[in-house]
């Protein structure tokens, strides 16, 4: 229910386009993705269920605040992360379980939103170790997802932010998304955690390239 609740909201707040170097999707896998904009998680689901994909997702356990996001998330078995607490550990090992049973899961490599207010394309930040972890306990490859134009739905101050979802349906900015091809990382968490951002990194500059961002253009 989440990822059509996600499909129709995207819909009707831009216009999305895909991409994928998959030839086939795997039965099972870790889903990593920048993250930009309180938008770019819908936009990433929309975007996976065009490929008959409903993750596991990772997400700050604020959300669980919301009543009825509450419900929804538990009820379709999704993952909050408590960072910073005793809990944070006990993600990895639910969403190393949702991998054993033939589910995918989605991560965000950094964890943390950008803090910049402008509405323009960056490469993403630092990642944490999350990702390489889950796949070191796992064995589960990576799959890494750029995603481009959620700035444009919404980013910067809660105000900006507000009137660009009221204006978002009126605007129609260009979105994208792209999936690039499973990878498994190598032995140790740094090198993972490096092998993983590179991965995503090309993901999105694929992505922001598709909608003629500077960012990807000029590197």
């Known amino acids: 229910m989440l990822s059509r609740i996600a499909a129709d909201l995207v819909a009707s707040l831009g ?29 990433v689901l929309a975007a ?3 490929m008959d994909v409903e993750p596991v997702i990772l997400a700050t356990a604020g959300l669980w605040r ?20 005793t809990h944070a550990a006990d993600a990895l090992d639910k ?19 950008p803090r910049r207010r402008d509405a323009a394309e960056a490469a993403p930040d630092s990642f944490r170790s999350g990702p390489a972890r889950l796949a070191a306990v796992s064995g589960a490859p990576i799959i890494p997802i750029g995603q481009a134009g959620a700035r444009r739905v919404t980013s910067g101050s809660p105000a ?26 190598p ?17 999105w500059r694929t992505a922001a390239q598709r909608l003629g961002e500077p960012a990807a253009l000029a590197a």
Not at 24 to 42: C, R, Y
């Open 15 to 43: 216009r999305l386009t895909t991409s994928a170097e998959l030839t086939t999707v795997p039965a099972t896998g870790i889903l990593v993705a920048n993250h930009t904009s309180l938008a770019d998680p819908a936009v």
């Open 48 to 50: 996976l269920r065009r």
């Open 66 to 85: 919301i009543p009825v996001l509450r419900y929804l998330l538990d009820r379709e078995g999704h993952v909050p992360v408590h960072r910073g607490t």
């Open 95 to 113: 969403a190393a379980a949702a991998l054993d049973a033939g589910r995918m899961v989605l991560i965000y490599g950094e964890g943390r939103l």
């Open 160 to 185: 900006k932010q507000v009137a660009g979802l009221l204006t978002a349906h009126v605007r129609r900015p260009r979105l994208h998304v792209h999936v690039g091809a499973p990878i498994e990382l």
């Open 187 to 203: 032995a140790g968490t740094a090198a993972a955690t490096a092998a993983a951002h590179h991965a995503v990194t090309a993901a």
